[in-house]
T-cell receptor
Framework: ELKVEQNPLFLSMQEGKNYTIYCNYSTTSDRLYWYRQDPGKSLESLFVLLSNGAVKQEGRLMASLDTKARLSTLHITAAVHDLSATYFCAVDETSGSRLTFGEGTQLTVNP | GAVVSQHPSWVICKSGTSVKIECRSLDFQATTMFWYRQFPKQSLMLMATSNEGSKATYEQGVEKDKFLINHASLTLSTLTVTSAHPEDSSFYIC??????????FGNGTRLTVT
Protein backbone atom coordinates (compact mmCIF):
# COMPACT_ATOMS: atom_id res chain seq x y z
CA GLU A 1 0.00 0.00 0.00
CA LEU A 2 1.37 3.37 -1.01
CA LYS A 3 2.05 5.77 1.84
CA VAL A 4 2.72 9.45 1.34
CA GLU A 5 4.11 11.43 4.25
CA GLN A 6 4.60 15.15 4.48
CA ASN A 7 6.84 16.99 6.87
CA PRO A 8 6.14 19.25 8.64
CA LEU A 9 2.38 19.11 9.07
CA PHE A 10 2.26 22.61 10.50
CA LEU A 11 4.59 25.43 9.61
CA SER A 12 4.53 28.95 10.95
CA MET A 13 7.07 31.26 9.42
CA GLN A 14 7.82 34.92 9.12
CA GLU A 15 7.57 36.87 5.95
CA GLY A 16 10.82 36.99 4.07
CA LYS A 17 12.06 33.65 5.35
CA ASN A 18 12.81 30.50 3.38
CA TYR A 19 11.59 27.02 4.16
CA THR A 20 11.15 23.58 2.64
CA ILE A 21 8.28 21.12 2.85
CA TYR A 22 9.17 17.48 2.33
CA CYS A 23 7.11 14.71 0.77
CA ASN A 24 8.23 11.10 1.10
CA TYR A 25 6.47 8.20 -0.52
CA SER A 26 6.83 4.49 -0.11
CA THR A 27 6.71 2.90 -3.57
CA THR A 28 8.13 3.52 -7.00
CA SER A 29 6.54 6.38 -8.87
CA ASP A 30 7.68 9.10 -11.22
CA ARG A 31 4.52 11.18 -11.14
CA LEU A 32 4.10 13.59 -8.28
CA TYR A 33 1.83 16.59 -7.87
CA TRP A 34 1.75 19.56 -5.55
CA TYR A 35 -1.50 21.35 -4.73
CA ARG A 36 -2.55 24.33 -2.70
CA GLN A 37 -5.82 24.46 -0.79
CA ASP A 38 -7.28 27.58 0.77
CA PRO A 39 -9.85 27.21 3.56
CA GLY A 40 -13.20 26.07 2.23
CA LYS A 41 -11.88 25.73 -1.30
CA SER A 42 -10.91 22.93 -3.62
CA LEU A 43 -7.41 22.19 -4.86
CA GLU A 44 -5.31 24.47 -7.00
CA SER A 45 -2.66 22.72 -9.04
CA LEU A 46 0.84 24.05 -8.44
CA PHE A 47 3.28 21.63 -10.00
CA VAL A 48 3.36 18.40 -11.94
CA LEU A 49 6.63 16.48 -11.69
CA LEU A 50 6.93 13.65 -14.15
CA SER A 51 10.52 12.45 -14.04
CA ASN A 52 13.50 11.98 -11.79
CA GLY A 53 15.35 15.22 -11.28
CA ALA A 54 12.42 17.35 -12.41
CA VAL A 55 12.51 20.87 -11.03
CA LYS A 56 9.80 23.45 -11.54
CA GLN A 57 9.49 26.99 -10.27
CA GLU A 58 6.63 29.42 -10.12
CA GLY A 59 7.13 32.67 -8.27
CA ARG A 60 8.35 32.02 -4.75
CA LEU A 61 7.71 28.27 -4.95
CA MET A 62 10.03 25.64 -6.37
CA ALA A 63 9.35 21.91 -6.47
CA SER A 64 11.72 19.05 -7.16
CA LEU A 65 11.50 15.30 -7.47
CA ASP A 66 14.04 12.60 -6.63
CA THR A 67 12.47 9.31 -7.59
CA LYS A 68 15.41 7.26 -6.33
CA ALA A 69 15.05 8.72 -2.86
CA ARG A 70 11.24 8.76 -3.23
CA LEU A 71 11.31 12.36 -2.13
CA SER A 72 9.87 15.59 -3.36
CA THR A 73 10.44 19.02 -1.91
CA LEU A 74 8.51 22.25 -2.10
CA HIS A 75 10.79 25.18 -1.36
CA ILE A 76 9.43 28.53 -0.35
CA THR A 77 11.60 31.56 -0.94
CA ALA A 78 11.06 34.87 0.85
CA ALA A 79 7.61 33.93 2.06
CA VAL A 80 4.74 36.38 1.89
CA HIS A 81 1.43 36.31 3.73
CA ASP A 82 -0.47 35.35 0.56
CA LEU A 83 1.26 31.97 0.60
CA SER A 84 -0.62 30.99 3.76
CA ALA A 85 -2.60 27.86 2.84
CA THR A 86 -2.46 24.09 3.11
CA TYR A 87 -0.13 22.37 0.68
CA PHE A 88 -0.60 18.78 -0.41
CA CYS A 89 1.64 16.47 -2.34
CA ALA A 90 0.07 13.56 -4.17
CA VAL A 91 1.58 10.54 -5.83
CA ASP A 92 0.24 8.69 -8.84
CA GLU A 93 1.45 5.13 -8.31
CA THR A 94 -0.06 3.56 -11.38
CA SER A 95 0.22 6.39 -13.94
CA GLY A 96 -3.52 6.17 -14.17
CA SER A 97 -4.28 9.41 -12.36
CA ARG A 98 -5.30 7.61 -9.19
CA LEU A 99 -3.73 9.83 -6.54
CA THR A 100 -2.69 9.15 -2.97
CA PHE A 101 -2.39 12.34 -0.99
CA GLY A 102 -0.07 13.30 1.80
CA GLU A 103 -1.48 14.61 5.06
CA GLY A 104 -1.02 18.20 4.04
CA THR A 105 1.17 20.98 5.44
CA GLN A 106 -0.66 23.91 6.93
CA LEU A 107 1.49 26.95 6.26
CA THR A 108 1.00 30.24 8.08
CA VAL A 109 3.12 33.18 7.06
CA ASN A 110 3.17 35.88 9.69
CA PRO A 111 3.81 39.55 8.85
CA GLY B 1 -7.52 25.37 -19.48
CA ALA B 2 -9.62 22.35 -18.71
CA VAL B 3 -12.53 23.05 -16.39
CA VAL B 4 -14.37 20.70 -14.11
CA SER B 5 -17.68 21.94 -12.76
CA GLN B 6 -19.16 20.49 -9.61
CA HIS B 7 -22.70 21.13 -8.45
CA PRO B 8 -23.99 22.02 -5.97
CA SER B 9 -21.29 23.90 -4.10
CA TRP B 10 -23.00 23.23 -0.83
CA VAL B 11 -26.04 21.36 0.32
CA ILE B 12 -27.82 20.84 3.61
CA CYS B 13 -30.08 17.85 3.95
CA LYS B 14 -31.94 16.00 6.65
CA SER B 15 -30.81 12.70 7.98
CA GLY B 16 -32.21 9.81 5.96
CA THR B 17 -32.55 11.67 2.69
CA SER B 18 -30.42 11.27 -0.43
CA VAL B 19 -28.25 13.86 -2.10
CA LYS B 20 -26.87 13.87 -5.64
CA ILE B 21 -23.67 15.67 -6.58
CA GLU B 22 -22.75 16.27 -10.22
CA CYS B 23 -19.29 16.51 -11.73
CA ARG B 24 -18.96 17.74 -15.30
CA SER B 25 -15.95 18.22 -17.51
CA LEU B 26 -16.86 21.34 -19.46
CA ASP B 27 -14.42 21.48 -22.33
CA PHE B 28 -12.96 18.01 -22.57
CA GLN B 29 -14.01 14.40 -22.42
CA ALA B 30 -12.82 12.67 -19.29
CA THR B 31 -11.95 9.03 -19.59
CA THR B 32 -11.90 8.66 -15.83
CA MET B 33 -13.42 10.57 -12.94
CA PHE B 34 -12.49 10.26 -9.30
CA TRP B 35 -14.44 11.06 -6.17
CA TYR B 36 -12.67 12.18 -3.00
CA ARG B 37 -13.89 12.98 0.47
CA GLN B 38 -12.22 15.39 2.85
CA PHE B 39 -13.11 15.76 6.51
CA PRO B 40 -12.17 19.00 8.29
CA LYS B 41 -8.45 19.44 8.83
CA GLN B 42 -7.72 16.17 7.05
CA SER B 43 -6.37 15.11 3.70
CA LEU B 44 -8.29 13.93 0.68
CA MET B 45 -9.27 10.28 0.64
CA LEU B 46 -10.15 8.58 -2.61
CA MET B 47 -13.60 7.05 -2.49
CA ALA B 48 -14.01 5.61 -5.95
CA THR B 49 -12.88 5.65 -9.54
CA SER B 50 -15.42 5.73 -12.33
CA ASN B 51 -15.04 5.11 -16.02
CA GLU B 52 -17.70 5.99 -18.53
CA GLY B 53 -20.06 3.13 -19.18
CA SER B 54 -18.72 0.80 -16.53
CA LYS B 55 -19.18 0.18 -12.85
CA ALA B 56 -17.21 2.29 -10.43
CA THR B 57 -14.31 0.85 -8.49
CA TYR B 58 -14.63 1.61 -4.82
CA GLU B 59 -11.81 1.93 -2.33
CA GLN B 60 -11.67 -0.38 0.62
CA GLY B 61 -14.07 0.66 3.34
CA VAL B 62 -16.33 2.72 1.08
CA GLU B 63 -19.88 1.36 0.92
CA LYS B 64 -20.88 1.09 -2.71
CA ASP B 65 -24.57 0.82 -1.83
CA LYS B 66 -24.42 4.05 0.13
CA PHE B 67 -22.34 6.07 -2.30
CA LEU B 68 -23.82 5.44 -5.72
CA ILE B 69 -21.71 6.55 -8.64
CA ASN B 70 -23.00 6.87 -12.16
CA HIS B 71 -20.78 7.82 -15.08
CA ALA B 72 -23.24 8.03 -17.92
CA SER B 73 -21.14 10.00 -20.36
CA LEU B 74 -17.60 11.19 -20.91
CA THR B 75 -18.49 14.57 -19.44
CA LEU B 76 -20.69 13.69 -16.45
CA SER B 77 -20.32 11.64 -13.31
CA THR B 78 -22.70 11.75 -10.36
CA LEU B 79 -22.29 10.74 -6.75
CA THR B 80 -25.44 10.03 -4.78
CA VAL B 81 -25.18 9.80 -1.01
CA THR B 82 -28.11 7.62 -0.03
CA SER B 83 -29.78 7.70 3.37
CA ALA B 84 -27.37 10.36 4.52
CA HIS B 85 -26.38 10.61 8.17
CA PRO B 86 -24.53 13.33 10.07
CA GLU B 87 -21.28 11.37 9.81
CA ASP B 88 -21.49 11.72 6.02
CA SER B 89 -21.10 15.47 6.41
CA SER B 90 -17.90 16.27 4.54
CA PHE B 91 -16.35 18.07 1.60
CA TYR B 92 -16.68 15.99 -1.56
CA ILE B 93 -14.37 16.75 -4.48
CA CYS B 94 -14.36 15.22 -7.93
CA UNK B 95 -11.56 15.16 -10.44
CA UNK B 96 -11.38 14.26 -14.08
CA UNK B 97 -8.55 12.89 -16.20
CA UNK B 98 -7.83 12.28 -19.83
CA UNK B 99 -5.86 9.09 -19.96
CA UNK B 100 -2.87 9.63 -17.72
CA UNK B 101 -2.74 13.39 -18.12
CA UNK B 102 -2.78 15.59 -15.02
CA UNK B 103 -6.02 15.82 -13.16
CA UNK B 104 -8.46 18.68 -13.06
CA PHE B 105 -10.41 19.17 -9.85
CA GLY B 106 -13.92 20.44 -9.31
CA ASN B 107 -14.66 23.18 -6.79
CA GLY B 108 -16.02 20.72 -4.28
CA THR B 109 -19.37 20.22 -2.57
CA ARG B 110 -19.83 20.79 1.13
CA LEU B 111 -22.46 18.43 2.46
CA THR B 112 -24.04 19.01 5.83
CA VAL B 113 -26.48 16.42 7.14
CA THR B 114 -28.66 17.55 10.00
Amino acid sequence: ELKVEQNPLFLSMQEGKNYTIYCNYSTTSDRLYWYRQDPGKSLESLFVLLSNGAVKQEGRLMASLDTKARLSTLHITAAVHDLSATYFCAVDETSGSRLTFGEGTQLTVNP
Amino acid sequence: GAVVSQHPSWVICKSGTSVKIECRSLDFQATTMFWYRQFPKQSLMLMATSNEGSKATYEQGVEKDKFLINHASLTLSTLTVTSAHPEDSSFYICSAAIGSSPLHFGNGTRLTVT
